[in-house]
């Protein structure tokens, strides 16, 4: 079986969106650092809308200070068109109850797939109300995590919900590179876990 090149995938939907009016894209974020470059990026094709719904940020002073951060690089990061920021809920009790039973489950395995799932499900019901026309996520960034599930999952969230979902793997053409370079360059702070109680120790960002 090939594997999918999601980086080819995104080249083709963005070759074929025309140059009349920048379509509108809900792009959920997990943090600060990693929507640097998307944003970068997408802002030259899309008006984007950045949803931070993170239930799985533990403690809550944890998920403040992303919070704050994720605020201050949109109001000071040069974009093409200009970028709206939506902060979702924080009901740390709706991850715990999602991943119930996969605690011991090892970094990067089902429990995680459950917590992206989460995320992309509320990222593809904001589209939906909103009238969008794409969704995404910045999660595919990252080294660490897996874009083949990832957009797996979006696919099939973005088919329950009926809004497309825009294909990625955002660590392709040296996105992550650069998106340290750009969390160095606006003075970001980069956490060294990725969210949840259950990834200190485990995924580095």
């Not at 715990?96 to 797939?113: S, T």
């Amino acid at each position: 079986m090939n594997k999918i090149n999601y980086q080819k995938e995104l080249d083709k939907v963005l070759e074929n969106l025309g140059t009349d009016r920048a379509p509108r894209l809900l792009l959920h974020s997990c943090c600060a650092p990693c929507s640097s470059y998307v944003l970068k990026y997408l802002s030259d094709y899309f008006r984007i809308t950045l949803l931070y719904f993170n239930p799985n940020i533990s403690p809550k002073e944890e998920y403040v200070k992303r919070v704050g951060e994720q605020k201050r690089l949109i109001s000071e990061l040069s974009v093409c068109n200009p970028v709206s920021f939506i902060e979702g809920r924080y009901e740390p009790s709706e991850f715990y109850e999602a991943v119930r039973g996969y605690e011991n489950e090892p970094e990067g395995g089902e429990r995680c797939f459950i917590c992206y799932e989460l995320r992309l499900c509320e990222a593809a019901k904001y589209a939906v109300e909103g009238g969008f026309d794409y969704f995404a996520t910045t999660l595919s960034i990252s080294p660490l995590k897996n874009a083949a599930k990832i957009n797996e999952i979006g696919e099939r969230v973005g088919a329950r919900f009926g809004v497309k979902h825009l294909p990625s793997d955002f660590k392709k053409k040296e996105g992550y590179k650069q998106s340290v370079e750009l969390s160095a360059q606006y003075c970001l702070y980069r956490q060294n876990f990725c969210g949840c109680v259950y990834s200190k120790g485990g995924d580095k960002k």
